[in-house]
């Protein structure tokens, strides 16, 4: 509904896709509206607060529900708690997972279960981030699990890809977006990350677009369990 999301909904429009929006509590309108200003595009919202695993159950129904079928899944929905490890809650802990990666694994395999039932292939991108390769500082339990989300990945393509159906990862950079606005209030912590990206800035939603575009098109046909990383040269 906003942030990578709506920047990766608008990209998908644009190559053609017709789109169904989830955010957590307010319906994605202006964002659908976005999406049908695109000639021919059609786009529906839905709400579902993930960390209900009934919600993230009846969110796929009702997607299906909308056009009928579902041939491209992009897990996006995430949040982040920060506190120190010694302090770190078990609630925390339970929050972050159950949304970043058990509903995660939870809404592909009904993905996997729809798109092997119609028998034609479909795109699954789940997106990771600068964390599933190191672990950050504060947030033990979004690191884990976007280090899980990549073996999940890796686990779900292995099954699937001899079925038509890519499973595959984008693992953008520091991106300004809502989950980054802590790190950028602080004047020390924002200057030695952006010191440290080599294209010299923060990545923004719009930098996705290429990335979700090519792994949910016919161009990535041959690429299964890939993690394709969006950040400015960070990594290298």
């Not at 919202?45 to 529900?65: C, I, K, P, Q, W």
């Not at 041939?71 to 490890?85: F, H, P, S, T, V």
Request: glycine share 12%; charged share 20%.
């Amino acid at each position: 509904s906003r942030g990578l999301g709506r920047g990766m909904a608008l990209a998908l429009a644009s190559a053609g896709a017709d789109v169904i929006l989830h955010a957590s509590e307010q319906p994605a309108d202006s964002t659908a509206e976005d999406v049908q200003s695109i000639t021919g595009r059609r786009a529906r919202t839905l709400t579902a607060n993930l960390s209900s695993r009934a919600a993230a159950d009846r969110l796929f129904d009702e997607a299906v529900g909308c056009f009928g079928a579902i041939d491209i899944l992009i897990n996006n929905a995430g949040i982040i708690r920060r506190q120190a490890a010694a302090e770190h809650s078990d609630d925390n802990w339970d929050d972050v997972l159950e949304v970043n990666l058990t509903n995660v694994f939870r809404l592909s395999r009904a993905a996997g279960q729809h798109m092997l039932g119609r028998g034609r292939g479909g795109k699954i991108i789940n997106i990771a981030s600068m964390l599933s390769f190191q672990g950050g500082i504060t947030v033990p339990s979004y690191a884990a699990a976007k280090g899980g989300l990549v073996q999940l990945t890796k686990a779900l393509a292995n099954e699937w890809a001899p079925h038509g159906i890519n499973v595959n990862a984008i693992a953008p950079g520091y991106m300004e977006t809502d989950n980054t606005e802590a790190l950028r209030a602080d004047p020390v912590r924002y200057r030695t990350i952006t010191e440290r990206i080599p294209a010299g800035k923060w990545g923004t939603p719009q930098d996705l677009a290429g990335a979700a575009i090519f792994l949910a098109s016919r161009a990535s046909d041959y690429v299964h369990g890939h993690l394709l990383a969006v950040d400015g040269g960070w990594l290298g």
